[in-house]
């Protein structure tokens, strides 16, 4: 069976900027919820005035808290996976397997914010959640793990 991606072009690079657009896509979700309390004048208050509106809907209100939830919680991730792409394109790692590791990392994110953000307002989602952050972290980590192997 033939692969569906080639993973043998070494496009991980390209896998920082399109990292970058999945973990701002809850942004923009939890702006378009806010409607018109997203201030772009002082868009950090933004949920401090959703949370004063008597009449906004607190089911819409704890998404917005989650969209942007999973958005602080992709920037505390994107650097430590942008270094271990460049750490493992230095080192010289195996193209296919610093692709797959790029590759899982952009998937568990999404899957993550999808998670987060849209299907957890059903509490019981919480734990996929969790596992598809740690499949992150592995992915991350396992490029810094091909990066050392390169190395040695």
């Known amino acids: 069976m033939a692969n569906?991606?080639?993973f043998s072009a070494n496009w991980?690079?390209?896998?920082?900027?399109?990292?970058?657009?999945?973990?701002m896509v809850p942004h923009f979700y939890g702006n378009m919820l806010a409607g018109q309390h997203y201030d772009l004048a002082n868009p950090r208050k933004m949920e401090e005035?959703?949370?004063?509106?008597?009449?906004?809907d607190k089911l819409r209100f704890k998404r917005?808290?989650?969209?942007?939830?999973?958005?602080?919680?992709?920037?505390?991730t994107i650097g430590l996976f942008a270094?271990?792409?460049v750490a493992a394109n230095a080192a010289g790692a195996p193209v296919a397997k610093?692709?797959?590791?790029?590759?899982?990392?952009?998937?568990?994110?999404?899957?993550?914010n999808w998670i987060y953000v849209w299907l957890q307002d059903n509490s019981r989602w919480a734990p996929v959640r969790s596992l598809t952050w740690i499949a992150s972290?592995?992915?991350?980590?396992?490029?810094?793990?091909?990066?050392?192997n390169a190395v040695y």
Do not use: W
């Open 137 to 148: 972290m592995v992915c991350i980590l396992g490029l810094f793990v091909v990066a050392g």
């Open 98 to 112: 610093t692709n797959q590791l790029a590759l899982g990392y952009l998937v568990c994110r999404a899957v993550f």
């Open 64 to 76: 917005i808290q989650r969209a942007k939830a999973a958005v602080a919680n992709g920037f505390e």
């Open 12 to 23: 991980s690079y390209y896998t920082i900027p399109a990292a970058f657009v999945v973990l």
């Open 49 to 56: 005035h959703v949370a004063k509106d008597d009449k906004f």
């Open 4 to 6: 569906i991606i080639d």
């Open 83 to 85: 270094a271990g792409v």
